[in-house]
């Protein structure tokens, strides 16, 4: 079964940065576009950034410039660098693996953002 997971989270302060990663099992990981999700307390999940398989990248305008997405598809790999983190930032965070009309969900990751 193809699972993709997540790792990198953890609790920092203002300011701090982290590289998630997510994962695969599969080295048909370069023909999945890749999407980098989160979710706070109370909130719904949203869309954080992106990556395809071309390279490709887009993001959220709250993420902007602080926020950068890569891939390395010799490891089977995604990554979220996250820089300049902000206690809103503050969220589980979750990677999706997409081709064609298949989905695949990490487990999620913590990141936490306070003193």
């Known amino acids: 079964q193809v699972q993709f997971v997540e790792s990198g989270g953890d609790l920092v302060q203002p300011g701090g940065s982290l590289r998630l990663s997510c994962a695969a099992n599969t080295n048909l990981f370069n023909r999945y576009d890749m999407g980098w999700y989160r979710q706070s307390l109370g909130k719904e999940r949203e869309w954080v950034a992106d990556?395809?398989?071309?390279?490709?990248?887009s993001y959220a305008d709250s993420v902007k410039g602080r926020f950068t997405v890569s891939r390395d598809n010799a490891k089977n790999t995604a990554y979220l660098q996250i820089n300049s983190l902000k206690p809103e930032d503050t969220a589980v965070y979750y990677c999706?693996?997409?081709?064609?009309?298949?989905?695949?969900w990490g487990q999620g990751t913590q990141v936490t953002v306070s003193l």
């Open positions: 990556i395809t398989r071309g390279g490709n990248t």
């Open positions: 999706k693996a997409n081709w064609g009309f298949v989905n695949y």
